[in-house]
């Protein structure tokens, strides 16, 4: 057994995660009275929801924080964490404390945070595998839950949030995490997008790729055979189910999850699946050992006014809208181009 076994046994344990259908039963019905609740007590459209959605953001956070708070930010280089540097440095006049982990697959968004981090004169602590206890995040967790994490990013999201709390004094952390899902925008909402308007391109750009000579062991060859997978689906249902992980849904859920669709349509019904099922047991993780960690995202009610304003949240290759035109408005040349960066352990 090698030193970093474990991380071997991390990432199949959370790579195999499935749902159970009585618990997804159980949820889509709470989900369906909470998002109820939530349809009656938004008031008013927003129009215009670059705005909208930044000062709902400012003012969580600001509710959030206390006068004199050391805060720390867990801080990718991403768009989603650079738009929560933005909303406490420029709306709010403070200078969290930066904390980023490194891999090989995101050097380009550490390479721009350490730019935003010099401009804003901000304290960067940078960790790799080298430098940051995962090991101890991830046994920590276990002795706590008698079990192992559901979130592959666990070991080093907690490793992050023990640094920043116990190293460097902050009384506050805050995250960017449910960003995607809440504004419509994981790539499996794109993926629905484009089924729903494109299924024929879809399938046929599929079927071409098949043909290519790729490495079947490759990333890629094994991203297409989970597309080809997907797009073999007739409905937009199954294709939801596959998407959160449920394998085996019978004909009570699927009448659950066909009435969400009917009601609220495909978009917000995967997100509410998303949302309440799948995350609640996977990156719900991250927080149970961290009471000070605090994601202004954490709240369904931006889902309902993006699947209301949609066309400005999403787009056939463009998504969150509102969280990247703030970051281009404030780093424009720093935010050409949108990636989207899977976490890989290391």
Not at 182 to 209: C, T
Not at 253 to 260: A, H, K, Q, Y
Request: aromatic share 10%; charged share 25%; proline share 4%.
């Amino acid at each position: 057994m090698g030193k970093n076994s474990w991380l071997a046994d991390h990432q199949q344990h959370c790579l195999t995660l499935d749902l159970d259908v009585d618990l997804v039963k159980k949820r889509i019905i709470t989900a369906s009275i909470e998002v109820e609740r939530l349809l009656t007590s938004i008031a008013e459209e927003p129009g215009e929801l670059n705005n909208f959605i930044l000062e709902d953001i400012v003012s969580k956070l600001e509710a959030r924080l206390v006068k004199g708070d050391t805060i720390g930010l867990l801080c990718s280089g991403g768009e989603d964490s650079i738009y929560l540097l933005i909303a406490l440095v420029r709306e709010l006049g403070k200078s969290p404390k930066l904390f980023c982990y490194e891999t090989k697959n995101n050097s380009s968004d550490v390479k721009r945070l350490k730019k935003i981090a010099n401009i804003l004169n901000l304290e960067l602590y940078l960790f790799d595998s080298d430098n940051l206890d995962r090991s101890a995040a991830y046994k920590i967790f276990i002795e706590s839950q008698k079990r192992p994490p559901n979130d592959l990013a666990q070991p080093v999201h907690n490793a992050l949030y023990f640094e920043a709390v116990e190293n460097h004094d902050c009384d506050v952390v805050i995250d960017g995490q449910f960003c995607d899902t809440v504004l419509l925008s994981n790539p499996q909402n794109h993926f629905l997008l484009w089924m729903e308007k494109h299924p024929v391109f879809i399938r046929l750009a599929i079927k071409f790729l098949n043909y290519l000579p790729l490495n079947k062991r490759s990333k890629f060859s094994s991203r297409l055979s989970y597309l080809q997978d997907l797009s073999d689906t007739s409905t937009s249902i199954e294709r939801i189910f596959k998407l959160i992980n449920l394998k085996n849904p019978d004909e009570d859920v699927t009448t659950l999850t066909g009435d969400l669709v009917d009601k609220f349509g495909t978009q917000l019904t995967f997100s509410i699946c998303f949302f309440y099922c799948l995350l609640a047991v996977r990156e719900r993780d991250k927080y149970l050992l961290c009471p000070d960690l605090f994601s202004p995202f954490d709240d369904f009610s931006f889902a309902i006014i993006s699947s209301r304003n949609l066309e400005q949240v999403l787009g056939s290759f463009v998504r969150k809208k509102p969280i990247r035109n703030v970051c281009k408005k404030y780093f424009p040349s720093l935010f050409r181009l949108q990636n989207t960066l899977p976490f890989e352990l290391e």
